[in-house]
């Protein structure tokens, strides 16, 4: 047995064995320094509390990394699927994987967010929306803080060099003053001038006889005209000045304000009940963001700037300026954000529980919507929402129609057939999509009658967890449970040519079916792994795209 870590405040030990000391005082030499401790995705660990009842902050058995409980305060955690900073209350953890590291499930995130904003900017329909019947509202922070961290932090430019651009070529306007003077402090007239001058006779001023205005045209003329030296009195003068008192400058400043005010919401909002957060890369990023925008503001550049009166969203400065157009599409995007309900659930794990299963499913999506979007253009995109009458929630799901028939659908339920009873007549019951009860596939691709099938798998469940098979922690082959689930959809769902699970492994394996005509046409398994920046593996995607293209082709 080891023990990790032991904290006397908390009265907590975690072991890589159930068999604890139960002489507490002979762990007091191993109290808990603050650093975070080091644990393994695909081990098994203990957290034993020897206090009278468990603190308040360790969720209950079932939930999270808490497994099971056994007697004496003794509970068996695991961090499986879970990669990167996390916590066991105060106590911080560096969970290692070597399925996916922490800096590829960054950028798979990071790659995420951007499709995620791209639709949002692309369809009249915002996508990503949940809609709930058991509880309504506006609960967006987590998809609220990952866009500002795409934007702020983690993008090119982010907000220093926004910050840097701006303030270096800010939007200036040419202003014109005009001001009436006396003649004699003014220099020379303009012509439009003229009229305005001439336009009250009464109040001409006679000039002395070495007065430089005597020697102009005007002055001649006059003189000509009168045989007396005379000149207007006054003049409207015209001055010209730069200002970067501008309409853009004016949205920028109370859009960056109004940023600083939702970092500090969201770092209210994101650290919930407990008062701390799951993930501390959460707490760092906000306060990283919350100080750039800081220095940002505290420019003097922006004490000649005015309140804002109104949004000039038509303006070019702001739709193509560097600097500004970044900022610009941010507000966009968060303003569409806040008039959508999104699958917070969903963020939150990726955030916060570090999912790997749904970061996995969310970008597979979007990797099969390239390999599409390569083949056709996009016509339209909407949400399809279904309801079950069995479920408390309504599912949505996503369609986009390419050219050609073609639809790329995420979370598409197949609707189940109500059955019969053995002594009824079957001829009365007519199946539905599915023949038997509800399915729902990840990724269907549809054109005319056909259909292809795709369905991510990072496994997390206790009994069937990608990874053991090796006992390092890493995928080498799909499971058989897997392939035949991909033979259930291709029977029970109407029209399926082909069903074939995505799993980041090594292996691919491909069943055509009896009496096929090509390789899309049977089940079975697919790698696809994540690289640097979130690219798939280029072997992996060429698979993928082969079977794509030869059932459009069909």
């Not at 961090?79 to 798979?108: C, E, H, Q």
Request: aromatic residues 12%; neutral net charge.
């Amino acid at each position: 047995m080891a023990i990790l870590l032991y904290s006397s405040e908390l009265r907590m030990a975690i072991a890589d064995d159930p068999q604890f000391l139960s002489d507490e005082s002979a762990l007091s030499s191993m109290d808990h320094d603050g650093t975070p401790i080091i644990l393994q995705d695909w081990e098994t660990y203990f957290v034993k509390f020897y206090g009278e009842t468990e603190p308040p902050f360790f969720p209950e058995p079932g939930r999270y990394y808490n497994q099971r409980k056994f007697p004496g305060r003794l509970f068996e955690v695991s961090f499986r699927n879970a990669v990167g900073m996390t916590r066991i209350g105060p106590i911080p953890i560096l969970v290692v994987s070597r399925k996916i590291t922490d800096t590829v499930y960054a950028a798979m995130l990071d790659y995420i967010a951007g499709k995620y904003a791209n639709l949002v900017f692309s369809f009249e329909n915002p996508l990503g929306q949940q809609y709930c019947k058991d509880r309504p509202g506006q609960d967006i922070a987590y998809v609220e803080y990952l866009f500002l961290k795409k934007y702020l932090l983690d993008g090119s430019p982010n907000i220093d060099s926004i910050a840097a651009l701006i303030l270096a070529n800010p939007h200036r306007r040419l202003y014109r003053e005009y001001r009436r003077n006396s003649i004699d402090a003014i220099t020379s007239i303009p012509p439009a001038m003229l009229v305005n001058m001439f336009s009250s006779p009464d109040r001409f001023a006679v000039l002395k006889p070495d007065h430089p205005l005597v020697s102009t045209a005007c002055g001649r003329a006059i003189f000509n005209r009168t045989g007396r030296r005379l000149f207007p009195a006054e003049a409207m003068e015209e001055r010209k000045h730069y200002t970067v008192d501008t309409n853009e400058n004016r949205f920028m400043k109370h859009f960056l304000q109004s940023v600083q005010r939702r970092l500090q919401g969201l770092a209210k909002a994101l650290k919930g009940k407990s008062g701390g957060y799951l993930n501390p890369d959460i707490e760092a990023s906000l306060e990283k963001m919350d100080r750039g925008l800081m220095f940002f503001l505290s420019d003097p550049f922006w004490s000649d700037v005015g309140t804002m009166r109104f949004i000039p969203a038509g303006s070019q400065v702001l739709q193509r300026r560097d600097g500004y157009r970044q900022l610009f599409r941010l507000y966009s995007l968060l303003q569409l954000a806040t008039h959508c309900h999104f699958n917070n659930d969903d963020f939150q794990n990726l955030l916060e529980t570090k999912d790997t299963p749904t970061l996995f499913e969310y970008w597979s999506f979007f990797v099969v919507k390239d390999v599409l979007d390569k083949i056709n253009k996009i016509r339209s995109c909407r949400t399809v929402v279904s309801t079950d009458p069995l479920e408390q929630k309504i599912i949505q799901g996503i369609c986009i129609e390419y050219e050609g028939g073609i639809f790329l659908w995420f979370n598409r339920i197949s609707p189940g057939s109500p059955g019969f009873m053995p002594f009824e007549n079957p001829r009365n019951t007519v199946p539905n999509e599915s023949y038997s009860h509800n399915l729902r596939p990840d990724i269907v691709i549809s054109r005319g009658n056909n259909i292809l099938i795709f369905d991510a798998k990072f496994k997390g469940q206790r009994d069937s967890f990608y990874g053991d098979e090796r006992g390092d922690g890493t995928i080498g082959k799909w499971r058989e449970e897997d392939i035949d689930k991909m033979h259930t959809y291709r029977e029970a769902i109407r029209n399926v040519s082909g069903a074939y699970i995505l799993y980041p492994g090594e292996e691919a394996a491909i069943y055509s079916a009896h009496n096929s005509t090509g390789i899309y046409e049977g089940v079975g398994a697919l790698p696809l792994k994540p690289e640097a920046g979130a690219r798939p593996v280029q072997r992996h995607l060429e698979g993928i795209e082969k079977i794509v293209k030869e059932f459009i082709a069909v």
